[in-house]
């Protein structure tokens, strides 16, 4: 009698062992787990040219265009950006929309996730009332996640703004600017990009902006991508006579070499 009292004591304390085991094992799964991998180096030359065009013919004719380009060079310790966008549209003969956009960054690398840059962008855009835009900011940029899925980057500075407008008086002031672009490679062939910007004035509290673009694009080939975007540019202050919130919508063929 003893000897089985022993016996069933052992299994069930082997039972308990074992289901103890059994437990913690995921737990020691995950924290024997790799972490997440760091993204793979870029390379030191990139380019993208995008293309979008409508037509309609009979009870209404529109022709619509869209045209935006980047150019990416990596020396050492440098990230140079260039990048362009232009849009137009016709309605009946009649010019609607028209605008212009061009930005030159140059990034300096003060350590892994820091950088110091300097930015140039001029903006026009008639229908909106600015004639041209020009604006110089200075600051520094900081990589919040840097992964092979996601990856977010906010940055923050100070310069000055010209602003030439159609009606009203035009805009020369000191200016901030404060700014996030995140990134997720929702699959190998699919990413989903959100770059938003809130700019403003020292000369005036009310006088800010927001532009926001949202894209998703996924890859047709090794060359090809096609690209949905939406653009919101929203001025707090706009021109007078014109409204404060310009929106786009783009679904364009994206060759990348």
């Given at each position: 009698m003893r000897l089985f009292r022993t016996c069933v004591t052992r299994l069930r304390c082997?039972?308990?062992?074992?289901?103890?085991v059994v437990?913690?094992?995921p737990a020691l799964a995950f924290a024997q787990a790799a972490p997440p991998a760091?993204?793979?180096?870029p390379s030191v030359l990139e380019g993208s040219l995008a293309f979008a065009y409508l037509g309609t013919t009979g009870n209404a004719s529109t022709q619509t265009i869209g045209l935006s380009g980047e150019v990416?060079?990596?020396p050492d310790l440098w990230v140079v950006r260039n990048k362009a966008a232009f849009v137009r549209n016709e309605s009946d003969g009649a010019l609607t929309v028209e605008s212009f956009t061009y930005l030159f960054r140059a990034d300096g690398v003060l350590s892994t996730r820091s950088s110091a840059f300097g930015e140039y962008t001029y903006f026009r855009d008639e229908f909106?009332?600015?004639?041209h835009r020009n604006a110089l900011i200075g600051g520094v940029s900081y990589t919040v996640v840097d992964r092979?899925?996601?990856?977010l980057s906010v940055d923050g500075g100070l310069?000055?703004?010209?602003?030439?407008?159609?009606?009203g008086p035009d805009v020369s002031s000191g200016t901030y600017a404060f700014g996030?672009?995140?990134r997720w490679k929702v699959s190998p062939t699919a990413e989903l990009s959100e770059d938003s910007r809130l700019t403003g004035t020292f000369a005036a509290a009310g006088d800010w902006r927001v532009d926001n673009v949202v894209s998703i694009a996924a890859r047709l080939t090794s060359l090809f991508s096609l690209k949905v975007s939406n653009t919101i540019r929203y001025a707090n202050i706009p021109v007078p006579g014109f409204k404060n919130t310009d929106t786009n919508t783009a679904i364009a063929l994206v060759a990348t070499f």
């Open positions: 082997r039972s308990v062992l074992t289901a103890c437990g913690l094992s760091p993204a793979p180096p990416i060079l990596r909106a009332g600015v004639e092979a899925s996601h990856a310069g000055h703004v010209n602003e030439h407008r159609l009606v996030g672009r995140y």
